[in-house]
């Protein structure tokens, strides 16, 4: 008898992990794609919008980047119906090819001093593209694997899917590293920022050769066999109150907290580093790649323990666990990298002025001040300041608001700290993996065969577009909102009002995981659809 099964559990095996590998490679270049406008947010803000406000720069590209994740809902609602209809196969590969046009496009716009607002409309449109794209892809991807798998193991099947997001940073964070360090400081800024959005469409081929011989899911196979598909999947899905309270339970039950969690511990954690603690760009994108790949095994991991002991419990504890923790952990990361906690050494303190004649005003100059620190741990600071100087013939309107100069500071860390701070982002990526590793299996097991592909997107599109996707935009607001009411008391001879304003961000992901959580813990029981 065992001789028997052996061969058969085997070739099951292989089987599903052909599914998986075919469905995971599109989906990583997907969210690949979706990432390297979050991982270069800082550059692009100089390249499509106006200079003179690099806050409100890179604000817009933050918002810019939030809009596509907004659209993600309409995605998921136009995507899932032709997925319900047509089938899981056919849907997802126009969504592949739609994200991977956007992203090689958003490479190939002109910046925003040779078109002006032409260029930042542009990148608008595009990532809105990609977010109807992606509100497409996942839904697909997730019910394909699941659809292939066993009932008792779709954890630990679909946790192949989970990888893929987290995986698809990763390597944008890859590229990036290796466009960076191939090419000088100048040349990236310049033009190289761009090679990342542009060879993009090279995997995006190699998916598209590998998923176009994919077979149909077997579920959605029979049921359309069998004439048991949906007529209307809109209308099954959320027209019938029964399907569409458990909608409802899975976003604001599940996939909402699930989305502040996973964006906190991976976006905001990234730009946290890079515009709150100055680190350098390299160190910072260097360090996120090791702690990532540290923790992605445990998305598997945490998706077979919920074949085991359930979904809720799991998804439940990451984002408990993540609430109270969060505030001492960016806590930890800000005072690993402060400044004013650390010695400096005077006699290594340097400053260096340059003019320069501006090459964008005729008759104007640009003076730069750089001021080099080090301390005796190790770290070294640099501080950039470029003052735009007009033309004596220049008109000065009494009524236009000065033009600040533009400062620019780099920490570069030690050995020591840049550990402290992996380990750090790591704590949070396991946030992540227990709340994201078992949700695919969850969703798809809420929902019926013939109307799956649109109950399911729905709810983790607006969960994670909406409020994960937005997290990057209200916690910088918040943050950026707390810093200057200390600037303006400090002028008033006022008590601060916020002891820690780097901190203010939080409490949009602590908020909406924290109301998440109870709405999950009362409401959420265990509930199997019968394929």
Avoid at 397 to 426: C, Q
């Amino acid at each position: 008898m065992i001789t028997e099964r052996i061969p058969s559990q085997t070739a099951n095996t292989r089987s599903l992990m052909s599914v998986i590998g075919a469905s995971s490679v599109g989906t990583l270049i997907e969210w690949y794609d979706f990432y390297i406008f979050g991982s270069l947010a800082v550059v692009l803000s100089t390249k499509f919008f106006p200079e003179g406000n690099p806050t409100a720069a890179f604000l817009s590209t933050l918002a810019t980047f939030a809009a596509g994740f907004v659209v993600r809902p309409f995605g998921a609602l136009f995507f899932g119906r032709l997925g319900d209809l047509i089938g899981r196969k056919y849907t997802f590969m126009v969504t592949l090819l739609l994200m991977g046009g956007a992203t090689f496009a958003i490479g190939c716009i002109p910046s925003y001093e040779t078109i002006g607002f032409l260029a930042p409309l542009a990148v608008l449109i595009l990532r809105l593209l990609q977010g109807l794209a992606l509100g497409g892809e996942y839904g697909g991807a997730a019910t394909y694997v699941a659809e292939h798998a066993p009932s008792d193991r779709r954890g630990f099947w679909t946790s192949w899917i989970q990888i893929t997001a987290t995986a698809g940073l990763f390597v944008s964070l890859l590229v990036i590293l290796a466009t960076r360090y191939s090419m000088s400081k100048e040349a990236f800024n310049d033009w190289g920022w761009r090679v990342p959005f542009l060879v993009s469409i090279l995997m995006v081929f190699v998916s598209y050769i590998i998923r176009r011989n994919m077979s149909e899911s077997p579920l959605f196979a029979k049921a359309k066999a069998e004439g048991k598909t949906s007529a209307n999947p809109l209308k099954d899905s959320f027209g019938n109150k029964y399907n569409f309270k458990f909608v409802l339970l899975a976003l604001f039950g599940a996939t909402m907290g699930q989305g502040v969690v996973w964006y906190t511990g991976q976006f905001y954690a990234l730009s946290f580093m890079k515009t709150v603690c100055n680190v350098d760009a390299l160190q910072t994108d260097g360090l996120m790649s090791i702690a990532l790949l540290m923790a992605t095994p445990f998305f598997v991991v945490f998706g077979a323990l919920s074949d085991r002991i359930g979904r809720k419990g799991i998804m439940l504890a990451g984002m408990l666990i993540a609430i109270v923790s969060y505030r001492p952990i960016y806590e930890r990361m800000y005072q690993t990298t402060n400044l004013k906690a650390k010695t400096l050494i005077a006699e290594k303190t340097t400053t260096d002025s340059t003019s320069a004649a501006d090459p964008k005003v005729a008759g104007g100059t640009i003076n730069t001040k750089t001021v080099k620190k080090e301390y005796t741990d190790g770290t070294k600071y640099e501080e950039v300041t470029k003052t735009k100087i007009a033309p004596a013939t220049a008109v000065v309107d009494p009524a236009a608001a000065p033009v600040k100069p533009e400062v620019k500071k780099t920490v570069t860390i030690n050995d020591t700290d840049r550990w402290s701070l992996i380990w750090l982002v790591f704590i949070q990526v396991i946030f992540v993996t227990m709340v994201y590793g078992p949700i695919a299996a969850f969703l798809v097991e809420m929902f019926p065969t013939k109307i799956r592909y649109t109950s399911m997107s729905l709810p983790y599109h607006v969960g994670n577009g909406v409020f994960g996707g937005l997290l990057p935009a209200v916690a910088t607001y918040l943050a950026t909102n707390a810093k200057d009411a200390n600037t303006a008391a400090e002028k008033a001879g006022l008590a601060l009002p916020n002891a820690a304003p780097y901190l203010e961000g939080l409490w949009y992901p602590i908020a909406i995981a924290g109301i998440c959580f109870v709405i999950g813990l009362i409401y959420i029981d265990k509930r199997t659809v019968q394929d």
